[in-house]
């Protein structure tokens, strides 16, 4: 019954946010936590700053998650072939799946951006930088994750956190900009 109620509530939390019932306050605490991570990746790495912070979100349910909270994974990295560091088992699409472990939250952060350096990855950096629709599309056509509704759920939450400012260099206080 505990594996069911948890993913429950993170579920719960994530569709009201989806389904625009407004703005969840950890949401914000996360955002004015990792900003200036997801920025400095978005300046080293070209990667939508709006794209890191709402994966990190969603992946981590704002840092709330096992994953992140006991092994500083934000973004579900499974461990793949040539990963030799700290991991977790955990069940996701099947059973007992093996995750990356970082020593800290930045690790994480950094890892992420590496990763979409990958080939698999390469096309989306022929995107502009403050298109985040076609970066949520394209990290779903590339396989970053298997639910469908991934590009939306990235997409609704850059917008109701107004997290495309980032990408333009602006601060996320300069609220009245819409997309």
């Not at 990667?47 to 979100?57: C, K, M, N, R, V």
């Not at 500083?72 to 990963?83: D, E, Q, R, V």
């Not at 298109?131 to 298997?146: N, P």
Request: charged content about 25%; hydrophobic content about 35%; some cysteine.
């Amino acid at each position: 019954m505990k594996k069911i109620i948890i993913p429950l509530l993170f579920s719960v939390a994530a569709v009201s946010v989806v389904y625009g019932q407004g703005r969840i306050e950890a949401y914000d605490q996360y955002i004015e936590q990792y900003k200036s991570a997801a920025i400095a990746n978005r300046d080293s790495f070209g990667i939508p700053a709006s794209i890191t912070l709402a994966q990190g979100l969603l992946e981590s349910s704002a840092g709330k998650s096992d994953l992140a909270t006991q092994c500083n994974n934000h973004f579900g990295i499974k461990c793949g072939s040539s990963w030799y560091g700290e991991t977790m088992k955990k069940d996701d699409d099947s059973a007992q799946e093996c995750f990356r472990c970082y020593s800290d939250v930045a690790e994480s952060f950094k890892d992420h951006s590496e990763f979409l350096k990958k080939q698999r990855y390469a096309f989306l950096f022929d995107y502009d930088i403050t298109r985040y629709d076609e970066w949520a599309r394209g990290l779903s056509k590339a396989g970053y994750a298997t639910d469908p509704a991934y590009p939306n759920k990235l997409i609704t939450l850059i917008e109701t956190y107004q997290l495309y400012l980032l990408d333009n260099g602006k601060d996320l206080q300069q609220s009245n900009v819409t997309p």
